[in-house]
């Protein structure tokens, strides 16, 4: 019983973990330049990779493994957003214009 | 010193990840803590090595578990502007002038508003943020400080001192 109510749990996490880097990707595909792209990727895989390594962790127990996939949580949900304003500001720094409603050229 | 600092803190994170392992698997552990210690001392810790307090630790946990709960409506958010066929974006860029004088807490910050609905941390000088939002809207918990006053409350107290 315990174990059905585990890996349902676990599995719920997992699929809706992915669902959100389905979903990311969708935008990656979707949105009209580089910054609101990174808006997608940050929030959307940050999520999506907290979900599914939560669900791992329901499956590994929380002994030894369980803690271990906790800490890379933490480590993912900290360095995500790092990540995404590394690459913004990259792009910022060389010069590259957003992407605005009124300016006319609306992306594709 | 500053690198053996940062070495021991890359290697228990380190341990936690690897516990188990054999003694041989210690050595090499250590020995790439080190030469990652060396190469982020610098960029890490140029200033010195932040005082560990207790305090600070415990604001450091609370702080982050914020920012798990606030990354779910961020996700939720711009899944439903992604999801819908017309997209309702209408982006803009703003500059903020932060209160906040420590790089730490300015850190954390930049990280609480790329992980708020609809803004993205875009670059950060002189204490000016510039900041990119999918909409004019999602500017307003930052411009009437509210991340930052909550950001103040766990976590400056003691780094004010």
């Known amino acids: 019983m315990m174990a059905a109510i585990q890996a349902t749990l676990a599995g719920l996490l997992i699929v809706a973990g992915a669902a959100f880097f389905f979903i990311g990707t969708i935008g990656l595909l979707r949105l009209p330049d580089f910054y609101t792209r990174v808006h997608a990727v940050t929030k959307c895989d940050a999520l999506g990779a907290g979900l599914v390594l939560l669900g791992l962790a329901i499956l590994a127990g929380f002994d030894g493994s369980g803690i271990r996939i906790i800490a890379l949580i933490a480590l993912v949900l900290l360095s995500s957003p790092t990540a995404g304003h590394a690459l913004a500001r990259a792009a910022w720094r060389a010069g590259l214009e957003p992407w605005y409603r009124k300016s006319g050229h609306v992306g594709q | ?161």
């Open chain 2, 1 to 161: 010193m500053r690198v053996v600092q940062v070495a021991a803190v890359i290697f228990v994170f380190w341990l936690v990840l690897a516990v188990p392992l054999a003694p041989v698997d210690l050595v090499w552990g250590a020995l790439v803590s080190i030469l990652v210690g060396f190469w982020a001392a610098e960029l890490l810790w140029a200033d010195g090595a932040p005082a560990l307090s207790l305090r600070r630790l415990a604001g450091l946990v609370i702080y982050t578990l914020e920012l798990i709960r606030s990354i779910v409506p961020a996700a939720l958010q711009v899944a439903r502007v992604i999801l819908q066929p017309t997209m309702p974006i209408d982006p803009v860029v703003i500059k903020h002038r932060m209160r906040l004088n420590h790089e730490f807490t300015r850190v954390a910050l930049a990280n609480s508003i790329t992980l708020t609905p609809g803004t993205h941390c875009v670059d950060s000088e002189n204490g000016v943020l510039t900041i990119h939002c999918l909409d004019e809207h999602f500017a307003n918990p930052v411009r009437d400080g509210r991340l930052e006053d909550r950001i103040t409350r766990v976590l400056q107290r003691e780094t004010m001192s």
